[in-house]
């Protein structure tokens, strides 16, 4: 005679369905709310545009996400054993202890390394966005980014004293087929350095000093103290502030003179602001002024 199959409590049964049911919604909600964000994103088509939501919200998107994957792996943990589990024991508790554990950890994990790691990558991300070369929407040709010396020239001097005081940072784009301007504003330092103690983009100004001043009394460099926020690292780095006016930016050939005998090869590296890096080797200066006028780095990278 067979024993009687003993069912499991009714409150077992509405938890076990509750839980494979949380596995099955969480995990739905957590790619679901990835790819969600991925389509917001898209919706954005200008660099500056794409730039400012990204800073605002990945970060607390991809909370999110973990969130839910934590979520989802809590209820699976709480399906182990179903089949020897008839009532609420030690078993119970002890699934339940670990399903909670491991979804803190995930959290708590995530957490780290969305505040510590994610933002170096998240960094190249936004460098990215940030020096992507602007079209003029009137001509459709690329437009140039201006050098912190040449773009004070564009910018009044509101604009300049947020950027002296570092507040504010000002990107200005020009066409110079028809010298047009566009003008982008970017928190100042809202995206740290690199540290380099321990490597992450957690490397921001504390304060700042006017070392030496111009005989007007305007400043004429500047000491800036950086602080990591991660492993607490600090470094200071002295800056000339330029008082160049629009004048000094006027196209002009420089006349050069110069001995190019006996060289016998021209090496160069090129360095872009996302970190990538180029070599070249020329015979000779004429073929390095060849190439640099028609150089363009993007079609390298």
């Not at 088509?45 to 792996?73: C, Q």
């Not at 505040?115 to 990558?121: A, D, G, L, R, V």
Request: aromatic fraction near 14%; glycine fraction near 4%; proline fraction near 3%.
């Amino acid at each position: 005679m067979n024993p009687k199959t003993v069912a499991p409590s009714p409150f077992l049964i509405s938890w076990n369905e509750a839980m494979f049911f949380g596995v099955i919604g969480f995990a739905v909600l957590t790619v679901a709310v990835y790819i969600l964000y991925q389509v917001r994103v898209s919706f954005f088509k200008e660099p500056k545009e794409k730039y400012d939501y990204i800073n605002a919200n990945e970060i607390r998107w991809y909370k999110r996400v973990f969130f839910f994957a934590g979520l989802s792996l809590a209820c699976a943990v709480n399906l182990y054993g179903n089949e020897r589990l008839l009532e609420i024991g030690l078993l119970f508790f002890v699934r339940l202890f670990f399903s909670i554990v491991c979804a803190t950890l995930i959290s708590y994990v995530a957490s780290l390394i969305l505040q510590y790691y994610y933002p170096t990558k998240l960094n190249f991300k936004l460098r990215k966005l940030r020096y992507t070369p602007r079209i003029n929407s009137k001509t459709g040709k690329k437009m140039r980014l201006l050098s912190e010396d040449e773009e004070d020239v564009h910018l009044n001097e509101g604009m300049q004293a947020e950027e002296n005081i570092f507040s504010i940072d000002y990107d200005v784009w020009i066409d110079e087929s028809n010298n047009d301007l566009k003008i982008e504003k970017y928190q100042g330092h809202l995206l740290a350095l690199q540290c380099n103690n321990c490597g992450f983009y957690t490397m921001k100004v504390q304060r700042e000093e006017i070392v030496e001043r111009n005989e007007d009394g305007s400043p004429k460099e500047l000491l800036k103290h950086y602080q990591c926020s991660y492993c607490k690292n600090v470094r200071a780095t002295q800056f000339m502030v330029s008082r160049k006016e629009i004048t000094d930016y006027k196209l002009q050939k420089p006349k050069l003179e110069r001995n190019t005998r006996n060289i016998d090869m021209v090496k160069i590296d090129i360095h872009s602001t996302l970190g990538a890096r180029k070599t070249f080797e020329f015979k000779s200066i004429e073929e390095l002024e060849k190439f640099l006028k028609e150089f363009d780095f993007t079609k390298l990278t």
